[in-house]
């Protein structure tokens, strides 16, 4: 059973305005959320986390939201730019196995 | 910045051979995940070690086998090789677990294993 899910297997979105990716899960000992961003034959490269102390994390265009009672989090860019247009995985961990499970990833379309 | 190297980028073996994927993580970094990621599939936790040490086992197959070394560099062998092992081998790094519990993981760019 997939304990992380991304729903959006795509998503298309005009540059400059909002991206919002989202995910969920389904194992409450989750406490640690991550989002990767990756191209092509290249490996996922980390963009931002969140704990589950926080219910917001914000680095630049990117944030990231928690919402632990609906076992759901989303990331949104904002302005969203050509060069965000890549596969967006979502990841997460618990203190007792650092392991990271992963969606299946987002793939986001950024139109000129 | 230095970032996790993983060699060789690609690799081309057939059926029942073995192959041996390395992994350099970042310096400082004294954990290491392998992970694999079929097509079309989310990747997949491996194995992970601290500190030279197995740490966290996952869906690896007793046909592959894994170690670290003394200068955190790890290996992934694999042996026999079925067709269904051919997909991208992700290694990632991340500082020391006592530093912290959350600690990003930073991946390398892959080994794309092909197998006849």
């Known amino acids: 059973d997939q304990q992380v899910k991304q729903n959006s297997p795509s998503l298309s979105v005009q540059e400059g305005r909002i991206s919002i990716l989202n995910c969920d899960y389904t194992n409450s000992m989750f406490d640690y959320f991550l989002w990767y961003k990756k191209y092509p034959a290249e490996g996922p490269t980390f963009l931002i986390s969140i704990s589950s102390i926080k219910d917001k994390n914000e680095d630049g265009r990117f944030t990231v939201f928690l919402n632990k009672s609906a076992k759901h989090l989303s990331l949104h860019i904002v302005p969203s730019q050509p060069g965000d247009s890549a596969v967006y995985f979502c990841?997460?961990?618990?203190?007792?196995?650092?392991?990271?499970?992963w969606g299946a990833g987002t793939k986001l379309i950024i139109k000129p | 910045a230095a970032g996790v190297i993983q060699s060789p980028r690609h690799l081309i073996k057939e059926k029942r051979e073995t192959a041996t994927l390395k992994c350099y993580p970042i310096p400082r970094h004294d954990t290491v995940y392998w992970y694999q990621q079929g097509p079309g599939q989310d990747p997949q936790f491996l194995i992970s070690?601290?500190?030279?040490?197995?740490?966290d086992k996952g869906s690896i197959p007793d046909r592959f086998s894994a170690q670290q070394f003394s200068d955190y560099h790890s290996e992934l062998n694999m042996s026999s090789l079925e067709l269904g092992d051919s997909a991208l081998y992700f290694c990632a790094s991340s500082l020391p677990l006592d530093r912290g519990p959350y600690n990003e993981q930073f991946f390398g760019p892959g080994t794309r294993l092909t197998v006849l």
């Open positions: 070690f601290y500190e030279k040490m197995q740490s």
């Open positions: 990841a997460a961990s618990s203190d007792s196995n650092y392991q990271l499970i």
